[in-house]
């Protein structure tokens, strides 16, 4: 027997259908169950199937007619594959298309909205949209399915205080699209979530609106698989733990990106599986850990102990964008590794390729490092601005961290029981080359400019170094010590100035061999120097060409090719010109340094004293000046230099 609910509903359909006959390319059918709205555009609806009086199906979807609260006609314009959920206070409605109506299944309880999408193909050639918009104090979205789909933010206010904002448990590709001119926020709550934007499937983030995010329970946003982002502007505000979390790869094509008030890494993208794929074309089916950094301004801010700017499992490939990175947390004792670790703006477990970009990074914690790699850096291209100001970290035996604020204190400390703040520290070997400019500003206790505990190469590009200890170290680990090449420096093109206010300016733990470019280097007083080789261990600094001016003298038994000489004095904050052949490069000396002077060309230089510099570009933070134009100036004698002068002791590592 029929209820008088659905002989009602009965009569009304056939009411509407006569009328959706009458004007059928405008009107449009909805049928509303609880929440949820159905839209039905005349135009598409064709017959309407009746069971047994008891269930209605329209284009595929079928309704208990009991379950129907109401049913209407109207001239509302439906958009194919939409599906539209409005928050408002403590409910949600949500319309439904009525092409897609067949493969969504929705429910709303208060502001809570779970959405299962069981097609598995594109619909009409398209893929299902969700446009959330409205304000919830109480609400969340859930999305389960089985086709890649896009979750729209067309001015939303969400939060969830008992669990994730929005949870994703569809494994394929989502896009995650902030609708342009809107401002969305999301913020989650107490719970088991991973993240206040969760999604187990490849997240792609997008848009050219304004998304904020507030993760008060673990991360802010996490992928089980890889995240790409382009266009939005994406501000993570605070998070428990990471800013981002990923597995697979993460990349940043362009937009802008902010993370601050973490409780961990800013960017961290973790291998999903147990084997790398490497990079592969056009990331397809890429499980790397691999981070690629492309285009758009990131900052990321970080606070924590040992905290990580962004964090690879993998690769880091920068290849564009601005990014500003700052790290103030101090150390921390690693009880797995029984080690120190330290906060770094970069940290890569592979390799660290840098061709292009401009990159801010800033450390201020002790132990703190610019770049830190377990692979090889290799630099090509882009600006790369480093500063470090902490002192090194130190545990005691039962892993207490303090600081040492002297590198003769830090001498007392085994390699694990230590941390010294560093500029770039590779384990691999060190290339730059091109057009690469990289500046390194250390200034704690044990802070070196660039260390590789394997070799440096540099063949082009510009290099400035100011640092409290060794302003660039090749050196060598207990696994390469004692073979070939194991802790050889290389220089033989570009511009390089390294300065060191407490050490060597150049140290090599191998052989040192200058074979080209333009290299400024300056040491302290004996022992140190201003280019050191590993003599102690039968290695030497071989010079063989380029323009060299070496405040602090050189490594004692040097091979020189390429004649050498020496000022009998210099004086402190002078403008000093050097002539090679044709060329004149401009330096100024530095407030103190080594007593020795050295000089090297392809033929003899001419010196002068007291010049002033009229034109030409400066480099080297403004203390050089290739093909410079001088003026004034006394001559000074050069006299026949045949090496010595320090480097009693290699470099620390």
């Not at 093109?493 to 300016?505: I, M, Q």
Request: net charge negative; aromatic share 6%.
């Amino acid at each position: 027997m029929k209820t008088m609910k659905t002989l009602r509903i009965i009569a009304l359909l056939c009411i509407m259908h006569c009328a959706l006959c009458i004007n059928i390319s405008a009107q449009t059918l909805n049928v509303k169950v609880g929440n949820v709205t159905y839209q039905f555009p005349a135009a598409q609806t064709g017959d309407m199937t009746y069971n047994d009086g008891t269930s209605l199906t329209i284009m595929g979807k079928t309704f208990t007619l009991s379950d129907i609260d109401a049913m209407t006609v109207d001239d509302s314009e439906v958009e194919d594959n939409m599906v539209n959920v409005v928050y408002d206070g403590t409910t949600a409605n949500i319309m439904i298309a009525g092409n897609v109506a067949q493969y969504v299944e929705a429910t709303a309880s208060d502001a809570h909205v779970s959405i299962s999408q069981t097609n598995t193909a594109a619909v009409d050639d398209d893929e299902i949209t969700y446009a959330l918009s409205g304000t919830t104090t109480d609400g969340s979205f859930t999305l389960g399915g089985s086709y890649k789909c896009t979750v729209s933010l067309a001015g939303i206010t969400l939060t969830n205080p008992s669990g994730a904002a929005i949870n994703i448990t569809n494994s394929k590709r989502i896009q995650l699209s902030a609708k342009k001119n809107t401002v969305n926020t999301l913020t989650d709550g107490s719970g088991s979530q991973k993240a206040c934007i969760y999604s187990k499937g490849q997240l792609q983030i997008q848009g050219n609106g304004t998304l904020n995010v507030v993760g008060n329970y673990k991360h802010g946003i996490k992928s089980a698989s890889y995240i790409s982002i382009k266009n939005l502007t994406l501000n993570i505000t605070s998070a428990v733990s990471d800013g981002i979390n990923c597995e697979e790869f993460f990349q940043m094509k362009s937009g802008t990106v902010t993370i601050s008030g973490v409780g961990d890494d800013g960017i961290q993208c973790d291998l999903g599986g147990d084997t790398s794929t490497g990079e592969t074309t056009d990331h397809d089916d890429e499980d790397s850990g691999n981070v690629y950094l492309e285009g758009g301004t990131l900052n990321i801010t970080v606070t924590a102990a040992a905290a990580k700017g962004i964090k690879a499992d993998g690769d880091l490939v920068i290849s564009g964008g601005d990014i500003t990175i700052k790290t103030t947390g101090g150390g921390a004792w690693d009880s797995d590794d029984l080690k120190t670790k330290a906060s770094s703006c970069l940290s890569a477990d592979g390799n660290t390729v840098i061709s292009g970009g401009t990159l801010n990074l800033t450390s201020t914690g002790a132990g703190g490092k610019g770049i830190n790699g377990d692979g090889t850096l290799t630099a090509t291209g882009g600006t790369t601005v480093i500063k470090t100001s902490g002192n090194a970290v130190v545990a005691s035996s039962s892993g207490t961290i303090s600081t040492v604020s002297s590198s003769q204190q830090l001498d007392r400390y085994d390699s694990d029981y230590k941390s010294s703040p560093k500029g770039i520290k590779i384990d691999g070997a060190i290339t730059i080359s091109d057009d690469a400019v990289i500046s390194v500003t250390t200034t704690g206790a044990g802070g070196e400019g660039i260390e590789s505990k394997t070799n440096i190469n540099i063949t082009g590009g510009q290099v400035t170094v100011n640092a409290k200890d060794d302003a660039i170290n090749s050196s060598y680990s207990d696994d390469t010590k004692g073979t070939s090449g194991a802790g050889d420096l290389t220089i033989s093109g570009g511009y390089v100035y390294a300065r060191s206010t407490g050490n060597d300016g150049i140290d090599s733990n191998g052989n040192c061999y200058i074979k080209g470019g333009v290299v400024y280097a300056i040491g302290t007083s004996s022992p140190e120097v201003a280019i050191d080789a590993n003599s102690e261990e039968q290695k030497k600094l071989y010079v063989t060409g380029g323009t060299i001016i070496a405040i602090g003298g050189l490594e004692s038994g040097a091979s020189l090719t390429q004649a050498c000489y020496s000022a009998s004095s210099w004086s402190k904050n002078t403008w000093y010109a050097m002539t090679v052949g044709s060329e004149t490069f401009a330096f100024q000396t530095p407030s103190s340094g080594g007593s020795t002077l050295v000089v090297s060309g392809a033929s003899k230089p001419t010196l002068k004293s007291g010049v002033t510099v009229s034109s030409g570009t400066k480099i080297f933070d403004g203390v050089g000046c290739p093909g410079a134009v001088v003026s004034g100036g006394s001559n000074v004698t050069l006299s026949s230099y045949s090496g010595g002068g320090g480097g009693g002791f290699p470099g620390r590592w």
